[in-house]
C-alpha cells in the first residue's frame, strides 16, 4: 500500500531527527550547561516523539 509505505518513510525520517535531537539534548546539558535552550530541545523532542506515535497509530489503522 502506497499510504503505509509514505507513512513508514516519514516515520524513518523521523526517528533519524529525534536521535539528532537527543544527540543535541546531551550536548546542550552536559557540555555547553545550556538549560534553557535544553528545555526548549525538550519541548521539540516530545513534539517529534508524539507526532512518530501518531504515525504508527496511522499504520495500524491502515494495516487491520
Same mark, same amino acid.
Given at each position: 500500500?502506497?499510504?503505509?509505505?509514505?507513512?513508514?518513510? *516519514?516515520?524513518?525520517?523521523?526517528?533519524?531527527?529525534? !536521535?539528532?535531537? &537527543?544527540?543535541?539534548? @546531551?550536548?546542550? #546539558?552536559?557540555?555547553?550547561?545550556?538549560?534553557?535552550?535544553?528545555? *526548549?530541545?525538550?519541548r521539540?523532542?516530545?513534539?517529534? !516523539?508524539?507526532? &512518530?506515535?501518531?504515525? @504508527?497509530?496511522? #499504520?495500524?489503522?491502515?494495516?487491520?
Open positions: 500500500n502506497k499510504n503505509i509505505e509514505q507513512l513508514d518513510t *516519514l516515520n524513518r525520517e523521523l526517528r533519524a531527527e529525534i !536521535e539528532a535531537h &537527543e544527540s543535541n539534548l @546531551g550536548a546542550l #546539558i552536559d557540555t555547553a550547561h545550556n538549560y534553557p535552550e535544553a528545555a *526548549l530541545a525538550v521539540k523532542l516530545r513534539f517529534l !516523539e508524539k507526532l &512518530e506515535e501518531d504515525i @504508527g497509530h496511522a #499504520i495500524e489503522k491502515i494495516m487491520f
